[in-house]
């Protein structure tokens, strides 16, 4: 992944240093998650075997506070960090901004930026606690996505998505970073308070489940989105990038989770998708570079 060219972002909130150690404890109080959600959530992921950061974050995405008051977090400055972590995710953030600027402003809309927190541990979010147990999210409250960044070493340690130490990791974590500002882009459009309303109405869980299918799918496309559009302008790919970002998808796509932690797969409990289908729609948004090749709704099969 080429990065010398891209813009750096001053849209972050380093928090790196305000010291919220260690790994944390699971998502919680007002404005995010219910407590019984969360205990829900984290009895499933024991039982499975699955990391919690891969159940809840997704849950946290649709839940987004609903009528629930929000959490007031004090105001911190933003800037572009100077480390290299914090350049890296600064520039990835960037081009984030103006490839999507661009894209809206084609279809006379004004995009407007999310805020990146950086941090380490735990921090506080106007959806609930933020925690490394979490992995990366998006909030719709606040509108910002949130991330610490031992995730990326996950990334390579755990899931294998990319070979440890190779230039084609830096695109995988890019793939993660668009894929949260994708969750991000569904909220400018009206995607996820319709999705929420819609998923309140609905009496069954797997239907419920099915529409958050297509919310994470569809961020991952418009993760592919992005990375066409930066291709042209920046030519940022470098061999086995894409390999690489692929990778990253199958690796946690629920069937392959559900089938490393039991054996098996149950399709109904699935929130994220596929390793399949997750590979398949970020190259719809690569191959076909547009918002509309990315209705993932309207698919069949999905």
């Avoid at 813009?7 to 404890?25: H, K, L």
């Avoid at 572009?80 to 990835?92: I, K, L, Y």
């Avoid at 081009?95 to 930026?113: C, H, N, Q, V």
Wanted: glycine share 14%; with cysteine; proline share 5%.
């Amino acid at each position: 992944m080429r990065l010398d060219d891209l813009p750096e972002s001053s849209n972050i909130e380093d928090r790196r240093q305000e010291g919220g150690g260690g790994f944390g404890g699971l998502p919680g109080g007002r404005g995010g998650l219910g407590i019984g959600t969360v205990v829900v959530l984290g009895l499933v992921s024991w039982a499975l075997g699955i990391d919690p950061r891969l159940l809840i974050g997704g849950a946290e995405l649709v839940s987004g506070g609903g009528d629930q008051a929000p959490i007031q977090s004090p105001a911190r400055p933003t800037g572009a960090p100077q480390d290299e972590s914090g350049r890296f995710v600064a520039r990835v953030l960037g081009s984030t901004e103006l490839e999507w600027k661009d894209i809206f402003a084609k279809d006379g809309k004004t995009y407007r930026a999310p805020t990146l927190v950086m941090y380490s541990g735990r921090t506080d979010a106007r959806c609930g606690a933020a925690s490394s147990a979490m992995g990366p999210f998006y909030c719709p409250i606040d509108q910002k996505v949130y991330l610490d960044t031992s995730f990326f070493r996950e990334i390579q340690s755990r899931f294998k998505g990319c070979d440890a130490g190779s230039r084609s990791c830096l695109f995988a974590q890019a793939y993660v970073i668009a894929h949260e500002v994708g969750h991000h882009v569904q909220n400018l459009l009206g995607i996820l308070p319709r999705v929420q309303q819609q998923q309140q109405a609905m009496q069954g869980k797997a239907a419920a489940n099915h529409l958050q299918v297509e919310v994470e799918l569809q961020a991952d496309c418009f993760a592919g989105v992005w990375a066409n559009h930066s291709q042209q302008q920046w030519n940022l790919l470098e061999p086995g990038d894409v390999d690489a970002a692929l990778r990253t998808a199958a690796a946690i796509g629920d069937d392959t989770l559900q089938k490393q932690a039991q054996g098996y797969a149950v399709p109904d409990s699935f929130t994220h998708g596929t390793s399949a289908q997750r590979q398949r729609w970020f190259n719809a948004g690569f191959k076909g570079g547009t918002v509309a090749s990315c209705n993932t709704f309207g698919a069949n099969p999905l």
